[in-house]
Each structure stands twice: as C-alpha cells, then as structure tokens.
C-alpha cells in the first residue's frame, strides 16, 4: 500500500509538471513532451515499476535478478526521473521566459508560411529525394533476404531474418540510417506540405516517391514499431496542418485499427495465436509495453552494480570513441548477452533497450542516474521551446514532427543518443545547408545592390 501511494503521489506531481512545461496533455492535441510522458515514462516505465515492486510483474526479466532488493532500489530510481525530469524542464521555462500554454496554442493555430522561390525548392527536394531513394536501393542490395518479402513466402524463420536485417547489415548503416530511415519520414512530411499548399502535380510525385520509401523502411525487416511511429508522424502533421481535429471518437476508431495491426503482426511474424497471449498484463503486446521494457533497467541495476565494472563512456558513439582507440560497447548488447546468452548465439535476440537511465547507469553510476536525468531534460525541452518559436515553415514543422516522435522512442532507447546523436547531427546539416547557403546568397546579394546604390548617388 505504501508503494502505491508513494507511485499515485509521484504521478500526480508529475502530470502536472509536464502539463504546465508543455502546454497541454490532452490526448487530441499531442506533443513532443506529452507524447514522452504517456508513452516513454507512464505507459513504459512507470506502470512496470509498480507492479515489479508488489512483485506482482510474474515476469521473465524480474526472475532473472540476483535480489529482490533491486526491485526496491529501481523503482525510487524511475519516481526520481518522473519528477527530476520534468522539474527541470518547469525551471528552463521560468528562465527562458516560455509560457507552455499559450504558445503551445499559438504553434498550434498558426499556418504555415508559403514560402518562395517554389521551382529551386522542388529542385532541391527532387535532389534530396534521389538520395534517400538511393539509400534505399542500396539498403535492399545489401541485405541477403528482406524479411517482408520472405514473410509473404511463408518463410518460418522470420526472426533469425529480423535480427539479421537490422543488427547484421552487411553495407553501410550510415547510409541506410541517415539517408533511409531518417531521411525518407522528413522529406514525405515536406513534400506532403508543398503539395498541400500548391496543389501541383511535381510534388504529389515527390510525395508519393518519399512516402512510399519511408513506408517500405518501416516495415521491411518486420519491426513492430517504426510503422506505427509512421502513423503517428503522419496524424502529428495532419494535426499541425489543421487538416483533422481528432476528437475522442475518431481517437478510439484510430485506436482500435491500431489494435487490431498489432495483433494481425503479432500473428504472422511472431506466430502467437493463443488469446491468453494478447490479454495478459505479463505477456504478448501488453506485456512487451509494460514489462519487456523497464525490465531491462533493473537487470542492468544488477549487472553494473557488484557484478561488472561500470563503462566509462564506452557507451558513447564510436565516431568519438575511434579518437581514443576504443571499442563501442552498449550496455543493452552486453546485458543481452549476459543475461540470454543462448538467444545471442541462436541469432535471434539483439538488445535489451530500455529507459536512458540504464545506460546512464551503465556508464557513471548513480551520478549518471542524476545528472543524466537532468541533461536528458534539458535537451528534450530546449529542443520543444526552439521549435515552437521557430517559424513554422514546411521544413521546421517536418523536422519538429520528426523530433516528437523520434525522441520519445531515444528516451527508453539510450542514453548516449542524447549525448551525441550523429544522426540528428547529419539530418540538420543535410536539409539545413542549402537553406543557409541560399540566405547568405540573398544577403550578400542585398549587400552589393545597397553598395551599387549608395555609389551611385
């Protein structure tokens, strides 16, 4: 009972914390840090913790502790990130001066600027898409069979398949990463809005070329969640367009369609079809949300706490990490095979993902639990202030969509992402260059002409 009140307390302080950082928490209007709080830490994290501390989870992960004490120890841990985090997001507010309501609402209505200069923007798009396209065709080229397709021929070695597509890619992930993954989603969303705004035909073919390689990235190696993540970035756009107004209806019939994918994948790729499997709270989909992962947060509690040394930084990108001469080593793939060792060698298990502050732990300890939870809100509210008062151009509100869903998933992902995220990094330089370039161009071209004039007079 203790527990209980201890976790109903922190949820409410937390709630409203994020509520007045963000602007608002209803489920019809979703943002970058209402999104985070539903999914990342409520629906992810924090439910789990409750049940796992009244040791009522009944669940593999758990069993698999060295001491219950670390049931105990892991969940003040995750009531210290629901309040440490939006705390202090609430403090960069006050200093930056951010009302979350108000201008959450003015982002909100405002349309977005048409912008000029629409052929040398088609030609600049017509060039971004060739290259995403291009890292496509390159994806399928070095893959040795594409799940999605190996799956529609009845293959019964589907998750051999998965792990394979995505942990064993035999080119290079940078490409596949960058200018596939990231890339396609963001440049669907631009076109889409160019499109809306200019109802020409150039850009429906722009669209429809992007959106159907974003589509096929995030599916072809049979990954539940990128297509549903997918989804969302197109119902976020859709939002922000004021194209749709969701309302509680139209929420629970898009809720429902969602269910009923889930489980139409959880029956072909993964060959559950027990109903039991889809009802229990410890198990199936249900239990892959609330167990599956922040189980891996507390096994890591155990591993880096008498059982190994903590990393140090080796956790951190190894284009930083090849100055030093070290090797990459992430703790959700050192756990994995720590703790399932067997479904490493069998190829069918890859990494034990969970909330950052497992990593952070990993690598620095409590202090990486402290001060990790500090910087990673910071970061995440920093980013949610600077595009809300950016304006709201179809490039900045793609790429403020593109963070709102992508963050979310990094936030029970890693913690190194959000120390240095190589690819945030490449996808600001690569859409972001022209346009600076084009500007300084202009500026320069402003400057010679007022030069010219006041010679002339």
Same mark, same amino acid.
Request: glycine share 8%; hydrophobic share 55%.
């Given at each position: 009972?203790?527990?209980?009140?201890?976790?109903?307390a922190v949820?409410?302080?937390?709630?409203?914390?994020?509520?007045k950082?963000?602007?608002s928490?209803?489920l019809?209007?979703?943002?970058?840090?209402?999104?985070?709080?539903?999914?990342?830490?409520?629906?992810?994290?924090?439910i789990?913790?409750?049940?796992?501390?009244l040791?009522i989870d009944? @669940?593999?992960?758990?069993k698999?502790?060295?001491?219950?004490?670390?049931?105990?120890?892991?969940?003040?841990?995750?009531?210290?990130?629901?309040?440490?985090?939006?705390?202090?997001?609430?403090?960069?507010?006050?200093?930056?001066?951010?009302?979350?309501?108000?201008?959450?609402k003015?982002?909100?209505?405002?349309?977005v600027y048409?912008?000029?200069?629409?052929?040398?923007?088609?030609?600049?798009?017509?060039?971004?898409?060739?290259m995403s396209?291009?890292?496509?065709?390159?994806?399928?080229?070095?893959i040795?069979a594409?799940?999605?397709?190996?799956?529609?021929?009845?293959?019964?070695?589907?998750?051999?398949?998965?792990?394979?597509?995505? @942990?064993?890619?035999g080119?290079?992930t940078?490409?596949?990463?960058i200018?596939?993954v990231a890339?396609?989603?963001i440049?669907s969303?631009v076109?889409f809005?160019y499109?809306?705004?200019?109802?020409?035909?150039?850009?429906?073919?722009?669209f429809a070329?992007?959106t159907?390689?974003a589509?096929?990235?995030?599916?072809?190696d049979l990954?539940?969640?990128?297509?549903?993540?997918y989804?969302?970035?197109?119902?976020l756009?859709?939002i922000y367009?004021?194209?749709?107004?969701?309302?509680?209806?139209r929420?629970a019939?898009?809720?429902?369609?969602?269910v009923?994918?889930?489980?139409?994948?959880y029956?072909?790729?993964?060959?559950?079809?027990e109903p039991?499997?889809f009802?229990s709270?410890?198990?199936?989909?249900i239990?892959?949300?609330?167990?599956?992962?922040?189980?891996?947060?507390?096994? @890591?509690?155990?591993?880096f706490?008498?059982?190994?040394?903590l990393?140090?930084?080796?956790?951190?990108?190894?284009?930083?990490?090849?100055?030093?001469?070290?090797?990459?080593?992430?703790s959700?793939?050192?756990a994995?095979?720590v703790?399932?060792?067997?479904?490493?060698?069998?190829?069918?298990a890859?990494?034990?993902?969970?909330?950052?502050?497992?990593?952070?732990?990993?690598?620095?300890?409590?202090?990486?639990?402290?001060l990790?939870t500090i910087?990673?809100?910071?970061?995440?509210q920093?980013?949610?202030?600077?595009?809300?008062?950016?304006?709201?151009?179809?490039?900045?509100l793609a790429?403020f969509?593109?963070?709102?869903?992508?963050?979310?998933?990094?936030?029970i992902g890693?913690?190194a992402?959000f120390?240095f995220?190589p690819?945030w990094i490449?996808v600001?330089?690569?859409?972001?260059?022209p346009?600076?370039?084009?500007y300084?161009?202009?500026?320069?071209?402003?400057?010679?002409?007022?030069?010219?004039?006041?010679?002339?007079?």
């Amino acid at each position: 009972m203790v527990y209980f009140l201890i976790w109903a307390a922190v949820l409410v302080i937390s709630f409203n914390l994020f509520k007045k950082v963000s602007g608002s928490m209803s489920l019809l209007t979703p943002n970058l840090l209402s999104i985070t709080f539903y999914y990342s830490l409520l629906a992810s994290t924090f439910i789990g913790s409750l049940l796992i501390v009244l040791e009522i989870d009944d @669940h593999y992960m758990i069993k698999s502790l060295s001491d219950d004490y670390y049931r105990y120890l892991g969940f003040f841990f995750i009531c210290f990130i629901m309040l440490v985090m939006p705390l202090t997001m609430f403090l960069l507010n006050k200093l930056a001066g951010f009302n979350g309501e108000k201008e959450f609402k003015s982002y909100l209505a405002a349309p977005v600027y048409k912008e000029e200069n629409g052929s040398q923007l088609f030609y600049l798009y017509c060039f971004f898409t060739a290259m995403s396209l291009g890292a496509i065709g390159y994806t399928i080229l070095k893959i040795d069979a594409i799940p999605i397709l190996q799956l529609l021929k009845g293959s019964d070695n589907l998750a051999e398949l998965r792990i394979d597509a995505s @942990h064993n890619f035999g080119g290079s992930t940078v490409i596949r990463n960058i200018f596939g993954v990231a890339l396609a989603p963001i440049l669907s969303m631009v076109t889409f809005i160019y499109f809306y705004q200019r109802k020409e035909l150039r850009w429906f073919v722009l669209f429809a070329l992007t959106t159907g390689g974003a589509l096929f990235m995030a599916v072809y190696d049979l990954s539940k969640a990128p297509i549903f993540f997918y989804a969302i970035t197109v119902l976020l756009l859709l939002i922000y367009l004021r194209i749709i107004k969701l309302t509680w209806l139209r929420l629970a019939i898009l809720g429902g369609f969602g269910v009923i994918l889930l489980v139409v994948m959880y029956v072909f790729i993964q060959g559950v079809t027990e109903p039991s499997s889809f009802l229990s709270y410890n198990s199936g989909p249900i239990g892959r949300i609330l167990l599956s992962q922040v189980g891996p947060f507390y096994l @890591h509690l155990d591993l880096f706490t008498d059982r190994m040394d903590l990393l140090y930084g080796q956790s951190l990108p190894s284009s930083i990490l090849g100055l030093y001469d070290m090797e990459q080593v992430r703790s959700a793939r050192l756990a994995m095979e720590v703790f399932y060792p067997q479904k490493v060698e069998e190829g069918t298990a890859g990494v034990l993902n969970t909330i950052f502050a497992a990593e952070a732990y990993a690598n620095f300890g409590y202090a990486g639990i402290l001060l990790g939870t500090i910087y990673v809100g910071a970061v995440i509210q920093i980013i949610y202030m600077l595009f809300i008062r950016l304006p709201k151009t179809p490039l900045f509100l793609a790429l403020f969509i593109y963070f709102t869903v992508n963050i979310p998933r990094i936030v029970i992902g890693g913690f190194a992402d959000f120390l240095f995220n190589p690819m945030w990094i490449a996808v600001l330089v690569i859409l972001l260059t022209p346009y600076v370039l084009f500007y300084l161009y202009r500026l320069v071209k402003k400057f010679r002409k007022n030069s010219m004039n006041g010679q002339l007079s």
